[in-house]
């Protein structure tokens, strides 16, 4: 990644092949959070011209995927779990390969790779990757600044229990009040002043832009 930039390389991977599953008890099998572990750590790497690549999406593809699943061998992850693996993508500004079968893709998968509220703060113009800035607890936030002055987080539940978390808004570095918007279920859902509540499921990650 240092010298990507410095070779003339516009993005680069970052991770070896991405397989269809959450996580594995081997560290030599690349699931989707092995992957994130990693590029989370990476986001003073990414910006216009120069983009860290996590390797393409796995999105829709259900444990069939020959080079993603070993034609089988694994299950898949849940469409929620999807949710999250294409959330995370979109904040991190990466590039979005989809590969799974278009022609044949279901509801469920042509609703997460085709919302266009998180598919704008991946193509954000200001093409900053979305920085940790918290993680206890089995949860971890990402919050990624955009062009419009306005801001996306990302709050994220590892764990296998559902989790109550208040996000506060001294994490965040803002002031006053700000609207939210959870762009997922595409719902303006208040302001945020001090802290706000939320319910996280298992493998959630709740999509938040706050705007002035």
Not at 68 to 94: I, N, V
Request: with cysteine.
């Amino acid at each position: 990644m240092e010298m990507g930039q410095k070779a003339g390389g516009q993005y680069w991977r970052v991770s070896p092949d991405i397989m269809d599953q959450w996580q594995f008890p081997s560290i030599w099998v690349f699931s989707m959070k092995a992957i994130l572990n990693r590029e989370e750590k990476l986001w003073k790497f990414a910006g216009p011209g120069h983009w860290n690549d996590p390797d393409m999406l796995i999105v829709g593809n259900y444990g069939k995927g020959l080079a993603t699943s070993w034609s089988g061998r694994y299950k898949g992850m849940s469409d929620l779990e999807y949710q999250t693996h294409f959330s995370l993508w979109c904040m991190f500004s990466a590039p979005l390969l989809a590969s799974n079968d278009l022609r044949k893709m279901n509801e469920a998968t042509a609703n997460i790779l085709l919302n266009p509220e998180i598919l704008a703060i991946d193509q954000d113009m200001l093409g900053q990757q979305a920085q940790p800035v918290y993680k206890m607890g089995g949860i971890r936030v990402y919050l990624k600044h955009l062009s419009d002055g306005s801001l996306a987080v990302a709050v994220l539940n590892t764990t296998r229990s559902a989790k109550q978390y208040d996000l506060k808004a001294s994490l965040l570095g803002i002031k006053d009040a700000w609207k939210v918007r959870d762009v997922w279920k595409h719902l303006d859902t208040g302001t945020l002043t001090d802290k706000l509540p939320l319910t996280i499921q298992s493998h959630e990650t709740i999509v938040l832009k706050l705007s002035k």
